[in-house]
T-cell receptor, first 116, second 116 residues
Framework: GDSVTQMEGPVTLSEEAFLTINCTYT??????LFWYVQYPGEGLQLLLK?????DKGSNKGFEATYRKETTSFHLEKGSVQVSDSAVYFC???????????????FGTGTQLKVEL | EPEVTQTPSHQVTQMGQEVILRCVPI?????FYWYRQILGQKVEFLVS????????KSEIFDDQFSVERPDGSNFTLKIRSTKLEDSAMYFC??????????????FGPGTRLTVL
Protein backbone atom coordinates (compact mmCIF):
# COMPACT_ATOMS: atom_id res chain seq x y z
CA GLY A 1 0.00 0.00 0.00
CA ASP A 2 0.88 3.67 -0.05
CA SER A 3 3.30 4.97 2.57
CA VAL A 4 5.22 8.10 3.53
CA THR A 5 8.48 8.21 5.44
CA GLN A 6 9.83 11.40 6.94
CA MET A 7 12.77 12.21 9.11
CA GLU A 8 12.54 11.82 12.83
CA GLY A 9 12.37 14.85 15.03
CA PRO A 10 12.61 17.00 16.89
CA VAL A 11 14.71 19.26 14.72
CA THR A 12 16.13 22.23 16.62
CA LEU A 13 17.51 25.18 14.67
CA SER A 14 18.62 28.70 15.37
CA GLU A 15 16.67 31.52 13.81
CA GLU A 16 17.72 32.24 10.20
CA ALA A 17 19.16 28.74 9.74
CA PHE A 18 18.41 26.64 6.66
CA LEU A 19 15.77 23.95 7.06
CA THR A 20 15.41 20.63 5.30
CA ILE A 21 12.89 17.99 6.34
CA ASN A 22 13.20 14.85 4.27
CA CYS A 23 10.18 13.00 2.94
CA THR A 24 10.04 9.95 0.69
CA TYR A 25 7.03 8.03 -0.46
CA THR A 26 5.83 4.76 -1.91
CA UNK A 27 2.69 4.78 -4.01
CA UNK A 28 1.05 3.12 -6.95
CA UNK A 29 0.43 5.44 -9.86
CA UNK A 30 1.08 9.16 -9.62
CA UNK A 31 0.01 10.62 -6.31
CA UNK A 32 -0.30 14.24 -5.32
CA LEU A 33 2.03 15.31 -2.51
CA PHE A 34 1.39 17.66 0.37
CA TRP A 35 3.02 19.26 3.36
CA TYR A 36 0.73 20.06 6.27
CA VAL A 37 1.74 22.05 9.35
CA GLN A 38 0.30 21.85 12.84
CA TYR A 39 0.91 24.74 15.19
CA PRO A 40 0.46 24.09 18.92
CA GLY A 41 -3.20 23.64 19.81
CA GLU A 42 -4.39 23.92 16.24
CA GLY A 43 -5.49 21.62 13.43
CA LEU A 44 -3.57 20.56 10.36
CA GLN A 45 -3.13 23.33 7.80
CA LEU A 46 -2.04 22.83 4.22
CA LEU A 47 1.37 24.41 3.73
CA LEU A 48 2.01 23.51 0.10
CA LYS A 49 1.31 20.87 -2.49
CA UNK A 50 2.49 19.49 -5.83
CA UNK A 51 0.45 17.44 -8.23
CA UNK A 52 2.94 16.03 -10.73
CA UNK A 53 6.60 15.26 -11.23
CA UNK A 54 8.96 18.28 -11.16
CA ASP A 55 6.25 20.56 -9.79
CA LYS A 56 7.46 22.85 -7.04
CA GLY A 57 5.05 23.83 -4.28
CA SER A 58 5.81 26.96 -2.31
CA ASN A 59 4.25 29.04 0.45
CA LYS A 60 5.49 31.36 3.21
CA GLY A 61 9.11 30.83 2.14
CA PHE A 62 8.81 27.04 2.23
CA GLU A 63 9.41 24.99 -0.91
CA ALA A 64 9.24 21.36 -1.93
CA THR A 65 9.83 19.75 -5.33
CA TYR A 66 8.08 16.57 -6.48
CA ARG A 67 10.93 14.24 -7.48
CA LYS A 68 9.57 11.14 -9.17
CA GLU A 69 13.00 9.62 -9.81
CA THR A 70 13.85 9.63 -6.11
CA THR A 71 10.23 9.42 -4.87
CA SER A 72 10.89 12.38 -2.62
CA PHE A 73 9.26 15.64 -1.59
CA HIS A 74 11.71 17.30 0.79
CA LEU A 75 10.63 20.49 2.56
CA GLU A 76 13.08 23.41 2.58
CA LYS A 77 13.21 26.94 3.88
CA GLY A 78 16.16 29.26 3.52
CA SER A 79 15.79 31.14 6.79
CA VAL A 80 13.55 29.87 9.57
CA GLN A 81 11.87 32.03 12.19
CA VAL A 82 10.74 31.27 15.73
CA SER A 83 7.17 31.43 14.44
CA ASP A 84 7.88 28.42 12.19
CA SER A 85 8.06 26.17 15.25
CA ALA A 86 5.45 23.50 14.63
CA VAL A 87 4.99 19.89 13.55
CA TYR A 88 5.30 19.28 9.80
CA PHE A 89 3.55 16.36 8.10
CA CYS A 90 4.29 15.02 4.64
CA UNK A 91 1.32 13.33 2.96
CA UNK A 92 0.17 11.85 -0.31
CA UNK A 93 -3.16 11.39 -1.97
CA UNK A 94 -3.72 8.84 -4.69
CA UNK A 95 -6.52 9.60 -7.09
CA UNK A 96 -9.45 7.21 -6.98
CA UNK A 97 -11.77 7.25 -9.95
CA UNK A 98 -15.01 6.67 -8.11
CA UNK A 99 -16.53 7.26 -4.73
CA UNK A 100 -14.70 10.42 -3.75
CA UNK A 101 -12.31 8.73 -1.35
CA UNK A 102 -8.92 10.30 -2.05
CA UNK A 103 -7.69 9.67 1.45
CA UNK A 104 -4.46 11.21 2.68
CA UNK A 105 -1.61 8.97 3.78
CA PHE A 106 0.63 10.76 6.28
CA GLY A 107 4.16 10.48 7.52
CA THR A 108 4.86 10.48 11.24
CA GLY A 109 5.41 14.22 11.46
CA THR A 110 8.58 16.13 12.28
CA GLN A 111 8.64 18.61 15.13
CA LEU A 112 10.60 21.76 14.38
CA LYS A 113 11.82 24.02 17.18
CA VAL A 114 13.40 27.32 16.22
CA GLU A 115 15.34 29.18 18.90
CA LEU A 116 16.60 32.75 19.04
CA GLU B 1 -11.85 32.30 6.14
CA PRO B 2 -14.20 29.33 6.53
CA GLU B 3 -13.01 26.76 9.01
CA VAL B 4 -13.81 23.31 10.28
CA THR B 5 -14.86 23.12 13.92
CA GLN B 6 -14.88 20.12 16.23
CA THR B 7 -16.46 19.52 19.62
CA PRO B 8 -15.56 18.72 22.25
CA SER B 9 -11.89 19.62 22.28
CA HIS B 10 -11.25 16.96 24.90
CA GLN B 11 -13.43 14.00 25.85
CA VAL B 12 -12.71 11.66 28.74
CA THR B 13 -14.72 8.44 28.94
CA GLN B 14 -14.75 5.09 30.64
CA MET B 15 -13.92 1.95 28.71
CA GLY B 16 -17.04 0.43 27.20
CA GLN B 17 -18.92 3.72 26.97
CA GLU B 18 -20.21 5.22 23.75
CA VAL B 19 -18.81 8.52 22.52
CA ILE B 20 -19.88 10.83 19.74
CA LEU B 21 -17.39 13.24 18.26
CA ARG B 22 -18.86 16.15 16.36
CA CYS B 23 -17.60 18.15 13.43
CA VAL B 24 -19.05 21.07 11.50
CA PRO B 25 -17.40 21.05 8.06
CA ILE B 26 -17.12 24.02 5.73
CA UNK B 27 -20.61 24.68 4.43
CA UNK B 28 -20.28 24.02 0.67
CA UNK B 29 -17.95 21.05 0.98
CA UNK B 30 -19.17 17.66 -0.11
CA UNK B 31 -16.55 15.15 1.02
CA PHE B 32 -15.83 14.38 4.62
CA TYR B 33 -13.17 12.44 6.45
CA TRP B 34 -12.12 11.25 9.88
CA TYR B 35 -8.51 10.63 10.79
CA ARG B 36 -6.91 9.81 14.09
CA GLN B 37 -3.48 10.18 15.64
CA ILE B 38 -2.43 8.06 18.57
CA LEU B 39 0.10 9.95 20.66
CA GLY B 40 3.51 9.82 19.02
CA GLN B 41 2.27 7.93 15.97
CA LYS B 42 1.16 8.70 12.44
CA VAL B 43 -2.04 10.43 11.43
CA GLU B 44 -4.18 7.52 10.17
CA PHE B 45 -7.15 7.55 7.83
CA LEU B 46 -10.36 6.14 9.28
CA VAL B 47 -13.17 6.82 6.84
CA SER B 48 -14.36 8.99 3.98
CA UNK B 49 -17.99 9.95 3.41
CA UNK B 50 -19.79 11.34 0.39
CA UNK B 51 -23.40 11.61 -0.66
CA UNK B 52 -24.56 10.18 2.66
CA UNK B 53 -22.56 7.02 2.43
CA UNK B 54 -19.12 5.72 3.25
CA UNK B 55 -16.74 5.93 0.27
CA UNK B 56 -13.80 4.16 1.82
CA LYS B 57 -12.80 2.92 5.24
CA SER B 58 -9.64 1.59 6.79
CA GLU B 59 -9.11 -1.59 8.75
CA ILE B 60 -9.30 0.47 11.93
CA PHE B 61 -12.91 1.44 11.14
CA ASP B 62 -14.57 -1.72 12.40
CA ASP B 63 -18.14 -2.35 13.53
CA GLN B 64 -17.60 -0.27 16.65
CA PHE B 65 -17.33 2.87 14.54
CA SER B 66 -20.02 4.66 12.58
CA VAL B 67 -20.38 8.03 10.87
CA GLU B 68 -23.41 10.12 10.17
CA ARG B 69 -24.39 13.46 8.73
CA PRO B 70 -27.61 13.85 10.68
CA ASP B 71 -28.74 17.33 9.70
CA GLY B 72 -26.81 18.53 6.67
CA SER B 73 -24.31 20.51 8.72
CA ASN B 74 -22.85 18.23 11.38
CA PHE B 75 -20.68 15.21 10.66
CA THR B 76 -20.30 12.80 13.54
CA LEU B 77 -18.11 9.87 14.46
CA LYS B 78 -19.55 7.42 16.96
CA ILE B 79 -17.60 4.80 18.83
CA ARG B 80 -20.09 2.36 20.37
CA SER B 81 -17.98 0.71 23.03
CA THR B 82 -14.69 2.46 23.58
CA LYS B 83 -11.46 0.60 24.24
CA LEU B 84 -8.28 1.86 25.83
CA GLU B 85 -6.58 1.77 22.44
CA ASP B 86 -9.14 4.23 21.03
CA SER B 87 -7.40 6.99 23.00
CA ALA B 88 -6.14 9.38 20.34
CA MET B 89 -6.62 12.75 18.70
CA TYR B 90 -9.44 12.56 16.15
CA PHE B 91 -9.41 14.96 13.21
CA CYS B 92 -12.29 15.78 10.95
CA UNK B 93 -11.55 17.02 7.42
CA UNK B 94 -13.54 18.10 4.40
CA UNK B 95 -13.01 18.79 0.72
CA UNK B 96 -15.06 20.69 -1.79
CA UNK B 97 -14.94 18.43 -4.84
CA UNK B 98 -13.78 15.04 -5.96
CA UNK B 99 -12.65 16.08 -9.40
CA UNK B 100 -9.00 15.46 -8.68
CA UNK B 101 -6.88 14.24 -5.83
CA UNK B 102 -5.22 17.62 -5.75
CA UNK B 103 -8.16 19.22 -4.03
CA UNK B 104 -7.18 20.34 -0.56
CA UNK B 105 -8.57 18.73 2.55
CA UNK B 106 -9.30 21.20 5.34
CA PHE B 107 -8.83 19.95 8.87
CA GLY B 108 -10.43 20.78 12.17
CA PRO B 109 -8.44 21.33 15.38
CA GLY B 110 -9.15 17.82 16.63
CA THR B 111 -10.82 16.16 19.59
CA ARG B 112 -8.58 14.48 22.10
CA LEU B 113 -10.28 11.29 23.29
CA THR B 114 -9.03 9.71 26.50
CA VAL B 115 -10.41 6.30 27.44
CA LEU B 116 -9.86 5.25 31.05
Amino acid sequence: GDSVTQMEGPVTLSEEAFLTINCTYTATGYPSLFWYVQYPGEGLQLLLKATKADDKGSNKGFEATYRKETTSFHLEKGSVQVSDSAVYFCALSAYILTGGGNKLTFGTGTQLKVEL
Amino acid sequence: EPEVTQTPSHQVTQMGQEVILRCVPISNHLYFYWYRQILGQKVEFLVSFYNNEISEKSEIFDDQFSVERPDGSNFTLKIRSTKLEDSAMYFCACRSSAAMSTDTQYFGPGTRLTVL
